[in-house]
């Protein structure tokens, strides 16, 4: 047997393995679900329903008003000699927009970038800690030497893993993509709105995707290499809560200093603009505002080609960490 089949089948086989990706699958399954139940199709029905209620209010607000200047005018007058018509708010019909009685409906070309960002954040994670088990359960049971004694190379053992690995995790988030831009087509034709759906707008949601893709890989991959190179699972989850404790304390001094832009140092914005094509920071403290003048914030703009920067330099150290300490440190 090759040494990537033995590595798929050690993969499939686990029951970590499958309880995240059906953990991964409610979840994904409770946010369409959501979806389908919060939003409706919208026709003349609810334009109309929409349009009785915001003149109802209107009506209701001209009641009100009506009332409170008849009690302005029977009142004494007031020494400051301010009229009633200052005092008393007067409603106007464009103040009761009926579109803002509409109800809430799913439009596939505004909000399906949304879903797939949903879509990458849940996969994400599940690929970290699918990764982080794959190899560390390997490392702690004592299974990585009986392997190394089959196969003693122990960067192409160890290399072998992790693209077995990431090889079948890029076909499940394909697949998975795949189902989600159908699913969510569904939901848009029925509780929703398909409307100014173009090649162009399919085109940029597959380059999302392709995005959320590589997201899912690097989460992967770095579970895989953080395992490694603490040889056990939790060195991975330990390492991600390390990281979250270490991200709050560098953005409270960094705000406490005074920085610009702290929100960069924020794994999970990087994250976002990766996603979003860009992501817009501004330092708030660059102006004081002022009654009378305004003031015109400094701002950052993080691109998705600096996150992926950032994300494939760090990607690269994690992994060729784990692969130099596989070659040179012992395996007892």
């Known amino acids: 047997m090759s040494l990537a089949r033995a590595e ?7 029951r970590f393995t499958k309880l995240i990706v059906i953990g991964a699958l409610l979840v994904l399954a409770a946010t369409v679900a959501g979806t389908w139940f919060s939003n409706e199709k919208v026709g003349a029905t609810q334009v109309a329903s929409a349009k009785a209620q915001a003149d109802r209010d209107y009506q209701e607000a001209v009641r009100q008003s009506e009332q409170e200047m008849a009690k302005c005018q029977a009142a004494p007058p007031t020494t400051d000699g301010v009229p009633c018509s200052e005092q008393v708010w007067v409603p106007t019909p ?7 009685y509409m109800p809430a409906t799913f439009d596939l070309r505004s909000e399906f970038p949304n879903m797939i960002s949903v879509l990458a954040v849940v996969l994400a994670g599940a690929a970290f800690l699918i990764g982080a088990s794959f190899v560390g359960s390997e ?3 004592g299974g990585m030497m009986n392997l190394l004694l089959w196969r003693p190379q122990r960067v192409r053992v160890l290399s072998t893993k992790l693209t077995v690995f990431l090889s079948w995790l890029t076909g499940l988030t394909l697949l998975l993509l795949a189902a989600w831009a159908g699913i969510f087509q569904l939901v848009a034709e029925v509780r929703g709105s398909t409307e100014k ?3 162009g707008v399919w085109q940029s949601f597959g380059l999302t995707g392709l995005r959320a893709l590589a997201l ?3 989460a992967g991959a770095l579970g895989f290499a953080l395992a490694s190179l603490g040889r056990h699972t939790g060195m991975a989850l330990g390492a991600l809560v390390g990281l979250g404790a270490l991200q709050i304390g560098v953005y409270v001094m960094a705000n406490l200093a005074e920085f610009k832009f702290t929100e ?6 990087w994250g976002y603009a990766w996603l979003d094509k860009e992501l817009v920071l501004e330092d708030f403290r660059s102006c004081d505002y002022s009654a009378t003048a305004g003031c015109e914030l400094d701002k950052f703009t993080m691109t998705w080609q600096t996150a992926g920067i950032g994300m494939a330099i760090v990607v690269a150290l994690v992994v060729g960490a784990a692969m130099w300490t596989m070659r040179k440190r012992d395996i007892t």
């Open 8 to 14: 798929s089948r050690r993969l499939f086989k686990r």
């Open 94 to 100: 464009d103040q009761y927009d009926y579109t803002w």
């Open 139 to 141: 490392w702690s049971s």
């Open 197 to 199: 759906m173009t090649a």
């Open 216 to 218: 899912v890989l690097v």
């Open 264 to 269: 960069a140092w924020v794994l999970p914005v």
